[in-house]
């Protein structure tokens, strides 16, 4: 499966920005996804994750109430809506998919990967 990421940018702190993942190449309601975030000189982290059909999703404790993540199956796209955003949200965020049903907080539960898109939050 392919994973191409877009959406990212600089806004400013309070403001907001959806990512979006486009997959292909492998069916597309038959994965989980999620989305993780790395900070320069941190570890990549877990963010969001989605089941394969949308009815079950969990977050990360600094982007609950603030995050979204939602899935289209016709269009092959998952998105994260990322409101009130703060500087410590700055860093790549990669989208990452997984055969089955998923929902996993591990990097290594995950078997496709994008190529990241930066998110700078200015103060």
Known sequence: MQLVESGGGLVQAGGSLRLS???????????????????PGKE??????????????????????RFTISRDNAENTVYL??????????AVY???AVFGY????EVREYEFWGQGTLVTVSS
């Not at 993942?21 to 900070?39: D, K, L, M, P, V």
């Not at 963010?47 to 609950?64: E, R």
């Open 44 to 65: 990549r982290e877990f963010v969001a994750a989605i089941n394969w059909s949308g009815d079950n999703t969990n977050y990360a404790d600094s982007v609950k109430g």
């Open 21 to 39: 993942c486009a997959a292909s190449g492998r069916t597309f309601r038959t994965h989980a996804f999620g989305w993780f975030r790395q900070a």
């Open 102 to 105: 998923g929902m996993g907080h």
């Open 81 to 90: 809506q990322m409101n009130s955003l703060k500087p410590e949200d700055t």
């Open 94 to 96: 990669y989208c990452a």
